[in-house]
């Protein structure tokens, strides 16, 4: 799956108008390069979570004679920065979000005129990829008496509609049927904070709830196969696209594959693999979860 990284940054150059020296290319130093320190910056390995920004800073010097004219930033294997200078000294600072990748690391690479190389490196890398699964997962509609509508994340745990009520803060998502003039979500997610009323009827009805923990669903195009494949939380996170994540997943379907992103901030993905349609229906899924 293809990484997304996302830098920003700022930079000062110092220019020169030296001329390069008679001297044997062979017998220069070739420029220095460090990254910078003090409060802000990020200058050695380190851990950082999924989606933070750390700042890192960097400073190049040439070597007197050479000027600095190239500058190249690689996140792995994937250049984000390619740049030609012609400067005295380089001074740059980078606004870098950690990625989903278990660990990045971020090459930087100067060259001067006489062709010298100087490169530095950092590695960012998440604190635990870890997942949890649970491989069967059955949910009532509201009107099925037999098997439970209500489910927590944390520990896979279903509910009826009067122990749910019971579990306010553990209560991640809940399956419902709609089929009305206005309502055609068909077989459908929804959470407690989805604002989603009427569907479940009596004092213990989510609407009740005092905790009403919200879940994002994003719907993506990852077969059942692809999921199956996944052993840890990058495949996860690069699922989940904030800019599609809706209050529900509607109208599912035997074979769909929907990201989420719990209350808590855990990412997780669940493949559906049967529905049975109507108010007394159900529906059966798989859940792979961050631990």
Known sequence: MKKHLFFAFMMLVSASMFFASCSKDDDK????????????????????NYNDTVKI?????????DNIV????????????DSTLNAIQV??????????????????????LAGKVTELSIVLSRPSTEITTFSAVKLGAQDNTTDP??????????????????????????????NTTSHQNFTTLGAPGSNITGIFT??????????KNVTYFVKTTLTAAQFDAITNDEGILQSFDPSN?????????????????????????LKVTSVVPETNGSLEMAVKIQK
Not at 57 to 65: E, F, Q
Not at 155 to 171: E, M, V
Request: net charge neutral.
């Open 91 to 112: 001074s740059l600072d980078f606004n870098i979000v950690k990625g989903a990748s278990a660990s990045e690391t971020w090459k930087f690479t100067v060259t001067d």
């Open 149 to 178: 509508s209500f489910f927590s994340t944390s520990d896979g745990s279903t509910y009826f509609q009067g122990d749910a009520f019971n579990n306010q803060a553990k209560i991640d998502m809940f399956c419902f049927y709609e």
């Open 70 to 81: 190239k500058l190249v930033l690689k996140a792995d294997d994937q250049v984000i920065m």
């Open 245 to 269: 994540q809706f209050k529900k997943a509607k109208n599912l379907q035997t074979g769909d594959v929907w990201a989420f992103k719990t209350q808590a901030g855990k990412f997780g993905l």
């Open 29 to 48: 130093s070739a420029p220095t390069l460090s990254f910078k320190t003090g409060t802000g910056y990020t200058s050695a390995n380190a851990t950082v």
């Open 57 to 65: 800073g960097i400073l190049a010097t040439s070597n007197g004679s």
């Open 202 to 211: 009596g004092n213990t009805a989510p609407d009740n709830y005092t905790v």
